[in-house]
């Protein structure tokens, strides 16, 4: 299976802890021989270079399309109108949505239309719940 991993930057100091937050998630989802597209790393090789919004969501909506779930990765409380919107073209997709948020985050808007939503206190509480839930709404498909 494979999985479009999305995301939001909230500072500068936060993107290098998210980027190492997003490695670790795709890390879990490899051990259990899942792929994942994250776009700051498949696209922009973790690096600072300015796409415009409007091409960058074309490549985001590419990759969900090719994939199989989408996982929104929350780590902050601030509204974000991209993963919102990143969010419903995965359920006009028909793709599975999952929500994992760091303990003490939200996102209400992803909350009202994902169809599994997992909080975590660390790496390990992510990894037990995602791998119970892969394990049994994929089973069928794999």
């Given at each position: 299976?494979?999985?479009?991993i999305?995301y939001k930057?909230?500072t500068?100091k936060?993107?290098?802890q ?11 989802l490899s ?6 597209f994250?776009?700051d ?6 690096q600072?270079i300015?796409?415009p919004r409007e091409?960058?969501?074309k490549m985001?909506f590419?990759?969900?399309a ?10 902050h ?5 991209g ?6 073209y ?5 793709k599975?949505l ?13 909350r ?8 975590f206190e660390d790496v390990?509480d992510l990894?037990?719940?995602l791998?119970d839930y892969?394990?049994s ?6």
């Amino acid at each position: 299976m494979k999985f479009c991993i999305i995301y939001k930057y909230t500072t500068t100091k936060n993107k290098y802890q998210l980027e190492k937050d997003l490695e670790q998630l795709s890390s879990i989802l490899s051990d259990m021989d899942h792929d994942s597209f994250i776009f700051d790393r498949d696209i922009k090789n973790w690096q600072n270079i300015e796409i415009p919004r409007e091409e960058s969501s074309k490549m985001v909506f590419s990759a969900m399309a090719e994939c199989d779930g989408v996982i929104a990765y929350v780590n902050h409380s601030e509204l974000s109108e991209g993963m919102a919107m990143e969010a419903g073209y995965a359920k006009a997709l028909n793709k599975k949505l999952i929500m994992v948020v760091k303990e003490g985050a939200s996102s209400p808007r992803i909350r009202s239309v994902c169809d599994l939503y997992i909080e975590f206190e660390d790496v390990g509480d992510l990894e037990s719940s995602l791998s119970d839930y892969l394990n049994s709404a994929f089973a069928v498909s794999q």
